[in-house]
């Protein structure tokens, strides 16, 4: 069966998650949170419930992503905290009156990883995608291929002028064929 999908405005996050778990929704399966970018200039923040009978409920809701601030459901169900914690370190999505712990990376670590405007010093540095074979050393032979997440050499690095916008990011990681600077 399908879940049943509830988009519901920010402002009213924490009280349309009550009305759910008083609806019957009373098993919190899991809380997500995607980033938009390329679509729209915000995040998608998601909440799985279920009923005794296993019956589905997604409540979804947008929040700008410049201004990254959704209440916490932790008074509603507290085993959301944890997932919230992971969103907010991730992306960089603030939870008020949640926890503000960090859960996953060092405390100096810089930026958010799951961002797609983040660029991530790994998938520029290694090659991709790598060996053709298991054991091989080298690719000979076959065309380099720049990674989903790296974007162009003329957005991402030195860059003369105002930095890349969101939207130049996104049409520009895509990954394919290698891109030579001109």
Do not use: N
């Amino acid at each position: 069966m399908t879940d049943q999908l509830r988009l519901v405005d920010a402002a009213d996050w924490v009280a349309a998650i009550d009305q759910a778990r008083r609806q019957g929704h009373v098993h919190f399966d899991w809380l997500g949170a995607v980033d938009e970018i390329g679509r729209s200039e915000e995040f998608r923040v998601v909440c799985r419930l279920l009923t005794a009978e296993l019956d589905g409920l997604r409540l979804q809701t947008g929040i700008p992503r410049d201004a990254a601030v959704l209440s916490s459901i932790g008074a509603v169900f507290p085993g959301a905290l944890w997932q919230e914690r992971e969103a907010a370190e991730m992306l960089g999505i603030e939870f008020t009156g949640g926890d503000p712990r960090r859960l996953l990376l060092s405390p100096t670590y810089l930026g958010h990883p799951l961002r797609k405007d983040d660029i991530l010093g790994a998938r520029v540095t290694r090659p991709w995608p790598g060996s053709k074979e298991p054991g091989e050393t080298s690719a000979a032979g076959r065309r380099r291929m720049v990674p989903p997440g790296v974007p162009d050499p003329e957005i991402w690095g030195a860059r003369h002028g105002e930095p890349a916008t969101a939207d130049e990011v996104a049409r520009s990681a895509v990954g394919g064929r290698v891109r030579r600077r001109s």
